[in-house]
T-cell receptor, first 115, second 112 residues
């Protein structure tokens, strides 16, 4: 079946460090891929998405590239800030069109950035 | 103005009770969802409604009954609450063919 696996957290970094959060997926067909972020006490917000192979999603300095050959969608940021501290979720849309809203989420990775 | 709002934000109750969580969205979206987040932050879809019609029901126990009086509202009623129902329940909405979900802040349910 469809699934998403993320690296275990928490990830603790100093401000201005480079961030990578690994995400791999298993899916039939061609899913759309997403990164959502959950700040403390809030709901999830879409951070970025990619709908087909080799697409790069980017937002707020974060990037992720849809790699079909490695079934991965790793999240990166060149220089993290304290305000980036949150839980990050990788997800896929099983329909492949990005339209169903039936997202399969990874287990979430907590990022803590220290000043 | 909150785009997707849920009430209550916190709910503490005894096993066996019945409770409801309400959700409203002012984004004009046609589709609304309930997701459950467990204590390990694992998120799973429960239900999806499109313009008041149920379109996704993910083998959730019959004790859970969603109701959508109109496309801006999706409520969740839970009968005979069990300890395992303790979780954060998130409401979300989306536009057709857009792929982005807008989540509410969540309702934390604790069953004692």
């Amino acid at each position: 079946g469809n699934s998403v696996t993320q690296m275990e957290g928490p990830v603790t970094l100093s401000e201005e460090a480079f961030l990578t959060i690994n995400c791999t997926y298993t899916a039939t067909g061609y899913p759309s891929l997403f990164w959502y972020v959950q700040y403390p006490g809030e709901g999830l917000q879409l951070l970025l998405k990619a709908t087909k192979a080799d697409d790069k999603g980017s937002n707020k300095g974060f990037e992720a590239t849809y790699r079909k050959e490695t079934t991965s969608f790793h999240l990166e940021k060149g220089s993290v800030q304290v305000s980036d501290s949150a839980v990050y979720f990788c997800a896929l849309d099983t329909d492949g069109s990005g339209n169903t809203g039936k997202l399969i989420f990874g287990q979430g990775t907590t990022l803590q950035v220290k000043p | 103005d909150t785009a997707v709002s849920q009430t209550p934000k916190y709910l503490v109750t005894q096993m066996g009770n019945d409770k409801s969580i309400k959700c409203e969205q002012n984004l004009g979206h046609d589709t609304m969802y309930w997701y459950k987040q467990d204590s390990k932050k694992f998120l799973k879809i429960m239900f999806s409604y499109n313009n008041k019609e149920l379109i996704i029901n993910e083998t959730v126990p019959n004790r859970f009954s969603p109701k959508s009086p109109d496309k801006a509202h999706l409520n969740l009623h839970i009968n005979s609450l069990e300890l395992g129902d303790s979780a954060v329940y998130f409401c979300a909405s989306s536009r057709p063919q857009h792929g982005e979900l807008f989540f509410g802040e969540g309702s934390r349910l604790t069953v004692l």
